[in-house]
């Protein structure tokens, strides 16, 4: 059973606009949810996380919404960037217990 | 401060041969992670360690992979007799109050 469901698979974008990657989650036990970034032959690095008491989280170009009522989430990336082009994995885990469930991942392509 | 270091970084083996990944958490991290990663999928959780004590070893095939973390540090993973399915990459991570941190991971190519 697939904990998180994440979409698109993947996603084209032109330098300068907006980047989206939406995720979706059914255990109303999950309080942590990160967005990691995997380049080719590299781990997953954290972008950036949430915890479900508020509805967004911005750092930099990255947001994160949240809407705890539909149980999903979302990694909008601003002004799209070559450099972003990588694959991005949303997960959400439970505090206690530290089990990380990870979405299936968006190859994301920025065009230039 | 260091990362999660992997080894070896690439590994070429023939089916049914025996191969062993090692990974040092971050100092201090008291969870260890060991996660399979098939192309173009999201890591699947092998096995996590909380300490030196197994929290969850539920997807782990516990016919032919086996892991330890002795003494709550380093850690090992070994698959004995590898299959063609094996291959993946082998991504080992530790995590401090929910903060998971990410290893370069290990290429297994069994042939």
């Known amino acids: 059973q697939q904990q998180v469901k994440q979409s698109p698979q993947s996603l084209i974008v032109q330098k300068g606009g907006i980047s989206i990657i939406n995720c979706a989650y059914e255990n109303t036990a999950f309080d942590y949810f990160p967005w990691y970034q995997q380049f080719p032959g590299k781990g997953p690095a954290l972008l950036i996380a949430?915890?479900?008491?508020?509805s967004e989280k911005k750092e930099g170009r990255f947001t994160i919404s949240f809407n705890k009522s539909a149980k999903q989430f979302s990694l909008h990336i601003m002004d799209s960037q070559p450099g972003d082009s990588a694959t991005y994995f949303c997960?959400?885990?439970?505090?206690?217990?530290?089990?990380?469930?990870f979405g299936t991942g968006t190859s994301l392509t920025v065009i230039p | 401060e260091a990362g999660v270091a992997q080894s070896p970084r690439y590994k070429i083996i023939e089916k049914r041969q025996s191969v062993a990944f090692w990974c040092n958490p971050i100092?201090?991290?008291?969870?260890l992670y060991w996660y399979q990663q098939i192309l173009g999928q999201g890591p699947k959780l092998l096995i996590q360690?909380?300490?030196?004590?197994?929290?969850?070893d539920s997807q782990l095939p516990k016919d032919r992979f086996s892991a330890e973390r002795l003494k709550g540090v380093d850690s090992t993973l070994k698959i004995q007799p590898a299959k063609l399915e094996d291959s993946a990459v082998y991504l080992c991570?530790?995590?401090?109050?929910?903060?998971?941190?990410f290893g370069p991971g290990t290429r297994l190519t069994v042939l």
């Open positions: 360690f909380q300490n030196n004590g197994v929290v969850d």
């Open positions: 100092s201090g991290h008291a969870t």
């Open positions: 991570a530790s995590s401090y109050h929910n903060e998971q941190f």
């Open positions: 997960a959400a885990s439970k505090i206690t217990g530290n089990q990380f469930y």
């Open positions: 949430i915890r479900p008491d508020v």
